[in-house]
């Protein structure tokens, strides 16, 4: 058996799904919902108490790494 990891929009699963069971493929519907653990959960609750001050411009950031890692 040949597995596929396919993509495809909302509004074309119907057809994709009647498809799938024509041919009489196995599938397992994901959907792209993002599943933290609970570390990872802890860690962004624990980052709405940095202040703004605290955080660094993305674009420095950014430029300090491609220096850094002469990227």
């Known amino acids: 058996m040949i597995s596929y990891n396919v993509s495809i929009p909302e509004n ?3 057809f ?3 498809f799938l069971e024509m041919i009489g493929a196995d599938y397992q519907k994901e959907s792209d919902d993002l599943k933290l653990t609970k570390e990872q959960k802890q860690i962004l609750l624990q980052q709405e108490n940095i202040s703004i001050d605290d955080c660094k411009d993305a674009n420095d950031f950014y430029k300090e790494v491609k220096k850094k890692y002469d990227l």
Request: no cysteine; aromatic share 16%; net charge neutral.
């Open 12 to 14: 074309k699963q119907s």
């Open 16 to 18: 994709f799904q009647e």
